[in-house]
């Protein structure tokens, strides 16, 4: 018995193309005018709408795409919301661990993650859709909001220990006899205040 050699396609053969010239087409829906993208992109966003209903929003704005390449970009467009999602909850839990040490490893180690994370992806995008910039803005403002708050709350806790400082200065002061000028300008010195 020998043994059956398997089959060969020639690559001109539509039935069984090469697999990067299948991969290497854009999604019709990627390449539809920015308005009618951004209708599409908001029914999904809001999950209002099904494949039939943004094939016809397509339509009545002067497109054309084909049902399965909407169900396609339906599916990834959902598929990148679905793990945005999961990041905005890790990152809750990081926060968690963030708020009672702002300082820490663990919120220096978090911050750098996340915008290495946000840049990388960035340059995975070759054909980034509205929607996908969306959602990176959304998450690179996020970042940028928790880095002021963490900023925020650094400085706060330093300013309640120097105020902290400076009383306990004041009344080991008076009570080691200095005068009231000097307690006054160690206060001073120690708050920063000229």
Do not use: C
Request: glycine share 8%.
């Amino acid at each position: 018995m020998s043994p059956k050699a398997a089959p060969t396609y020639p690559a001109s053969n539509a039935r069984h193309p090469e697999p990067s010239v299948a991969r290497g087409r854009k999604n019709t829906v990627v390449t539809l005018d920015p308005r009618i993208r951004e209708s599409v992109d908001t029914a999904i966003r809001e999950g209002r709408a099904t494949i039939d209903d943004i094939v016809a929003i397509i339509r009545a704005m002067g497109g054309d795409a084909s049902r399965s390449a909407v169900g396609r970009y339906k599916q990834q467009a959902e598929s990148q919301m679905q793990k945005y999602r999961e990041a905005q909850e890790i990152a809750k839990v990081w926060i968690g661990k963030l708020a009672t040490d702002p300082e820490g490893d663990v919120g220096r180690l978090l911050s750098e993650m996340l915008r290495t994370a946000a840049f990388q992806t960035i340059g995975d995008m070759e054909a980034a859709g509205p929607m996908d910039l969306m959602l990176l803005a959304k998450a690179l403002k996020d970042l940028a909001g928790a880095d002021k708050l963490t900023a925020e709350r650094i400085l706060k806790v330093r300013t309640e220990a120097a105020k902290e400082a400076a009383e306990k200065v004041a009344a080991v002061g008076k009570a080691k006899g200095l005068s009231k000028e000097t307690v006054e300008e160690l206060r001073r010195e120690i708050l920063g205040v000229r």
